[in-house]
């Protein structure tokens, strides 16, 4: 999966893009931010339920959008 972090959330995490793979367990949006807060302090705040959008492909998503290795995702 290729993930785009855009503006404030780039600021924080400190990366614009990174390329990853996916645990078996993160199936959705909702799985995927948990999954990147449990990074550390400055992703938990910069991912903070509320504060974020995510598109996946270029779409609007909800938390229950699927997401897989196939995807990209940008987090504005």
């Known amino acids: 999966m290729r993930i785009l972090y855009f503006a404030a959330v780039a600021e924080k995490v400190g990366e614009t893009q990174e390329n990853i793979s996916?645990?078996?367990?993160?199936?959705?949006v909702?799985?995927?931010l948990t999954w990147l807060r449990g990074r550390g302090a400055?992703?938990?705040k910069a991912l903070?339920?509320?504060r974020?959008?995510?598109l996946v492909d270029r779409q609007q998503?909800?938390?229950?959008t699927a997401?897989?290795?196939?995807n990209?995702?940008?987090?504005?």
Request: aromatic fraction near 4%.
């Open 72 to 76: 990209e995702v940008a987090i504005v």
């Open 48 to 50: 903070a339920d509320g």
């Open 52 to 54: 974020v959008q995510v």
């Open 30 to 32: 909702r799985g995927l």
């Open 42 to 44: 400055d992703w938990e």
């Open 67 to 70: 997401v897989s290795d196939r």
């Open 22 to 28: 996916l645990p078996p367990e993160v199936r959705d």
């Open 61 to 64: 998503t909800t938390l229950d």
